[in-house]
Structure formats: C-alpha cells, structure tokens
C-alpha cells in the first residue's frame, strides 16, 4: 500500500507530456501567486496566455499548510520591496558616479588654467 501511494505521488509530480490545445504544446511550470496558493508551482498550458484558453491544469506542488499561506506572500512582499530598494541604490550609485567623473574631469580643467595662467 505504501508503495504505491509513493509511486502514485512520484507519477503526479513528473512534467506532463501535452496539453488538450488542438495544437498541442508542452506544458510550462507556473508559480501560483493567488491567496489560497502562494507560490505553489504547477502545469500550465503555454497557449492560456495568449488569448487561448486552454483547460490544461496540474499542480506540481503538494498543498500549503495555513502559515505557509499567510508567511510566502509577507516574505514574496518583502523580496519585491528590496529588489525595489535595491534598483534606486544602483541607479542613485550611477548618478553618483558620473557626478565625480564630472567633478574629477572639471577639477583637472581648472588646474590646467591655473599652471597655464602661472607660466
């Protein structure tokens, strides 16, 4: 009995081969990002998202437990807001940059005019 509900499990988790399109495509894995769901993989029919809609659905991922339900999206919220942070730091850090070229550039000017003016 245990045998086979590991294999049973093991065959739910393999990559289907075709979805019901048809023109039938392969299948591609998809993060679920809906309250009840968050971040459980699944199958997804490639044609779904452009205008054909496709019925292929299969979960990938086993179901989440409550606190799984509520921590992934807190933890999903927290990665975007300092991916976020993280994209204005290396753009204020390319302003910066070119503000001390700039600065460096300008001061090597004005020490030429100045040796010029002292020759």
Do not use: H
Not at 42 to 47: L, M, Q, R, S
Request: glycine fraction near 4%; include cysteine; aromatic fraction near 8%.
């Amino acid at each position: 009995m245990k045998g086979t509900s590991s294999s049973s499990a093991s065959l739910r988790r393999r990559a289907p081969c075709m979805c019901y399109c048809p023109s039938p495509a392969k299948p591609i894995l998809v993060v679920s990002w809906m309250k009840n769901n968050p971040g459980k993989r699944f199958y997804g029919c490639p044609n779904y998202w452009v205008g054909r809609k496709c019925k292929f659905f299969q979960w990938l991922d086993d179901e989440i437990c409550a606190r799984g339900k509520v921590l992934i999206p807190e933890q999903r919220q927290t990665i975007l807001r300092l991916e976020d942070e993280v994209s204005t730091y290396k753009k204020r850090e390319k302003c910066l940059t070119v503000s001390l070229i700039l600065a460096l550039v300008l001061c090597e000017i004005c020490l030429c005019v100045i040796l010029a003016l002292l020759d």
